[in-house]
């Protein structure tokens, strides 16, 4: 009986683990959306012939995905991925993708993962992208630009 116990503790304690990994979600807050043209899958290779008439253009939301520590760029695979901005978004992580339930669907809604950077980085560069912002309103052309080189050489 202890033998068994020794056996199948182990194993129930790694299939918990295991469905615990799998399901966690982080919490994160979506910032910012723009719509961008995107590339329906069954649209390759009427694209990759170089006939623009036949490809029709999509456009498919691109958002911004703040979470404590890592700032994500995702991009919807169809135009009806729409999510609500300035709210509480919890999503999980699969095979680089990111997966979101939104509202009460059945089904969770499948991002492509376009770029990742560090919080405190991305706060940094949009600190300096404000400086340069606001020094260019308060100047003329030529000023701005050259506030807006010194700025770049510093980095």
Known sequence: MKRILFVVFPLLMLVATLMGQNS?????TIIRMHMAECLPEHHFIARMSGDPAMVPVVQCPEYVLMTDKVVYAISG????QLLP??????FRMQNGEILIRIDDERK???FHV???VLRSDWEREHMEEEEVHAASEGMHGGEAIAVNHRLQEAR
């Open 24 to 28: 966690e979600l982080q919490k994160g």
């Open 77 to 80: 695979r169809s135009s009806n």
């Open 85 to 90: 901005l300035a709210e509480v978004t919890r």
């Open 108 to 110: 969770e809604s499948h």
């Open 114 to 116: 376009k770029a990742m």
